[in-house]
C-alpha cells in the first residue's frame, strides 16, 4: 500500500521567512514524490516533481529515501505563496495518491 | 499546456435522481482518467481509475453501481451519480493522465460541486 503524511494542516510564516512543508511517504517500491498546489478558487496544479530536480516559483524538494521524505522548501517565502500544498505519491500503477494537505498562510 | 475541463462546473439536484458530469481532456488524448472526491478543507481521495476502452477500475469502499463511469473516447469521461443523496454532496475532481514515454503527467479540471436536496 502506498501512503502519504503531511503532518502539519496548518502552516503560518510571515513575508521574507522560511518556509518548509513536510512529507512522508511509505511504498515498498521506487516512487514518484510530486508536490500540487492549489490557489484559492484554483485547480489543483502541478508545483514540481522529484524526477525533475527543479526549482519552481522558488520552491525546491529533495527526496531523501532514508527518511522516505520529501519536504518541500523556499527560503524566502511570498505573500503569493499562501495556498494548499498536497504531496502525492505515485507507484507502479501511475495513480496518485495524496496527502491531507497543508495550508500555507503567509503573513505581510 | 494541456488543458482538462469538466461540466457542469455546479449542480444542484434532488434526492434520487441522477446526476452526469463530464470531464474532457482538451488538446491531448488521454486514455486514463481519474475522478477524486474532495471533502471540504480535506484532501483528493480517488474514487475510481477510468480507462478508455474498459470497465473502471474502483477504489475499495467505493459502490460501483452508484458511481457510474464511461469512457468512451480518448478525450470524454463522465461520472454518473446514480440516485444521488444528500451524503453524495461533494467536489468531484477529474484529472487525464498525458503519457509521454516513462513520463507522465495528471491535469485536473476544475471540479464540480454537487449538492443534493
Known amino acids: 500500500a502506498q501512503r502519504v503524511t503531511q503532518p502539519e494542516k496548518l502552516l503560518s510564516v510571515f513575508k521574507g521567512a522560511p518556509v518548509e512543508l513536510k512529507c512522508n511517504y511509505s511504498?515498498?517500491?521506487?516512487?514518484?514524490l510530486f508536490w500540487y498546489v492549489q490557489y484559492s478558487r484554483q485547480r489543483l496544479q502541478l508545483l514540481l516533481r522529484?524526477?525533475s530536480r527543479e526549482s519552481i516559483k522558488g520552491f525546491t524538494a529533495d527526496l531523501n529515501k532514508g527518511e522516505t521524505s520529501f519536504h518541500l522548501k523556499k527560503p524566502f517565502a511570498q505573500e503569493e505563496d499562501s495556498a494548499m500544498y498536497y504531496c502525492?505519491?505515485?507507484?507502479?500503477?501511475?495513480?496518485?495518491?495524496f496527502g491531507s494537505g497543508t495550508q500555507l498562510t503567509v503573513l505581510p | 499546456g494541456a488543458v482538462v475541463s469538466q461540466h457542469p462546473s455546479w449542480v444542484i439536484c434532488k434526492s434520487g435522481t441522477s446526476v452526469k458530469i463530464e470531464c474532457r481532456s482538451l488538446d491531448f488524448q488521454a486514455t486514463t482518467m481519474f475522478w477524486y472526491r474532495q471533502f471540504p478543507k480535506q484532501s483528493l481521495m480517488l474514487m475510481a481509475t477510468s480507462n478508455e476502452g474498459s470497465k473502471a477500475t474502483y477504489e475499495q469502499g467505493v459502490e460501483k453501481d452508484k458511481f457510474l463511469i464511461n469512457h468512451a473516447s480518448l478525450t470524454l469521461s463522465t461520472l454518473t451519480v446514480t440516485s444521488a443523496h444528500p451524503e453524495d454532496s461533494s467536489f468531484y475532481i477529474c484529472s487525464a493522465r498525458l503519457d509521454r514515454g516513462r513520463r507522465y503527467e495528471q491535469y485536473f479540471g476544475p471540479g464540480t460541486r454537487l449538492t443534493v436536496t
Open positions: 522529484h524526477i
Open positions: 511504498y515498498s517500491g521506487s516512487p514518484e
Open positions: 502525492a505519491l505515485s507507484g507502479s500503477a501511475r495513480q496518485l495518491t
